[in-house]
């Protein structure tokens, strides 16, 4: 079925078992209870783990005393000493990051992560494996210097097509360091064109500071990460827009925690309200926050936001194929993303196919890949 974002059928909440259903939401006005069968604990074990739920998963069965085994208790337990770990480590990280930051006199806020994890009964169930650092635009190029000159390199070791594209047709750059440290150096919010409807001085007047591991950071205030966190539904990069179950808890969490008042008026002014509730109306019926849909009325999006929404999300071949970037981006800087996409400098090349093949292989695996998006799409259409 093709997606209606004016009808709020998008079908972007993957289609989950009882088990991972209970545990996604657990805690949540109005969620269903996880069943109390062992066996469907541990045919849903993997998706569990592979969706860092492990905590989550932990307190909806000791909750409601689930007699789930041993084998799957010990999985998930160390799972969840290992997530706790590697987001500690995460945040370690972050403080020398955001430091040396401040020494350069650069301002900065960090969205998602450790703002959101407040909102949660505990904090430990929302790990996080990287950090995002929000700066001003016009002062991304020397964020990017500090972060590298803490030995960070760029997450894709092949760089991009063209060297403008992190600063004009990506929101941002990962980052990565030898000892595990990974930071994100956002210079928008994502996807860019509705992003940049919340600006920067305005994220960071009402940000807030939090204690994470090693010091203090600067984090949204929750109404922005609500917001924040209902864009990541779809500009997220995985398999699918809509793919990773912690950011729809993330949304469920916020939707329950955050003054609806507040959320509405903010969703207003960056003219997302009409973003907001179609993402809200995805939530199970049970545990829609039916207070903020209210305020939200009857919001419809421009033709330009439906069209690009349109074609970002399943089964449209925008929501598997990177060359998607283009919807998420203002009209000058999707025509450079093309242009850098079709015709990628001699450099990046060099780089990809070790000088060997250029431009004739790069053309043949893009057809490719436009191929299998395309029939993909094609089989989505077919079920």
């Not at 097509?161 to 928008?188: I, K, M, Q, T, W």
């Not at 936001?305 to 998607?324: E, W």
Request: with cysteine.
């Amino acid at each position: 079925m093709a997606s209606d974002p004016a009808s709020g059928s998008t079908h972007l909440l993957p289609a989950m078992g009882p088990v991972t259903a209970g545990v996604l939401f657990f805690g949540i006005e109005g969620a269903p209870p996880p069943p109390r069968d062992p066996r469907a604990w541990s045919e849903e074990l993997p998706l569990l783990l592979r969706h860092r739920l492990a905590g989550l998963a932990i307190a909806a069965a000791a909750s409601d005393e689930i007699p789930i085994s041993d084998a799957v208790r010990d999985r998930l337990h160390d799972s969840q000493q290992a997530i706790t770990a590697r987001t500690l480590a995460v945040e370690s990280t972050a403080i020398q990051v955001l430091r040396a930051l401040e020494e350069r006199q650069i301002q900065y806020v960090v969205p998602k992560g450790p703002g959101i994890a407040r909102a949660y009964p505990d904090a430990s169930l929302r790990p996080f494996g990287d950090l995002d650092i929000l700066v001003r635009p016009e002062r991304f190029n020397a964020a990017l210097e500090v972060i590298v000159g803490l030995g960070f390199s760029s997450y894709f070791e092949g760089g991009e097509p063209r060297a403008y594209f992190d600063r004009y047709c990506r929101e941002g750059v990962n980052l990565v360091r030898d000892d595990g440290g990974s930071v994100d150096l956002h210079h928008r919010i994502p996807p860019w064109v509705w992003g940049e409807r919340l600006p920067f001085d305005r994220l960071l007047h009402r940000s807030r500071e939090v204690d994470i591991a090693g010091g203090r950071v600067k984090v949204l205030a929750p109404e922005h990460n609500f917001l924040v966190a209902c864009l990541h539904v779809v500009s997220d990069r995985g398999v699918r827009p809509g793919y990773k179950l912690m950011t729809w808890r993330d949304v469920a969490t916020l939707g329950t925690t955050c003054d609806p008042v507040s959320v509405a008026l903010e969703a207003r002014d960056a003219r997302l309200d009409w973003y907001l509730a179609t993402i809200l109306r995805e939530l199970p019926p049970s545990i829609r926050p039916t207070a903020l849909l209210r305020l939200l009325g009857n919001a419809s999006p421009s033709r330009g936001d439906a069209f690009r929404l349109h074609r970002l999300l399943p089964p449209a071949m925008g929501s598997k194929h990177q060359i998607a970037q283009a919807f998420r981006l203002p009209a000058p800087n999707a025509c450079a993303f093309l242009a850098g996409y079709v015709v990628p400098s001699r450099r990046f090349l060099a780089k990809r196919y070790l000088g060997r093949g250029g431009y004739i292989r790069w053309w043949r695996e893009a057809t490719g890949r436009l191929r299998d998006a395309r029939d993909i799409g094609e089989d989505e259409v077919g079920r």
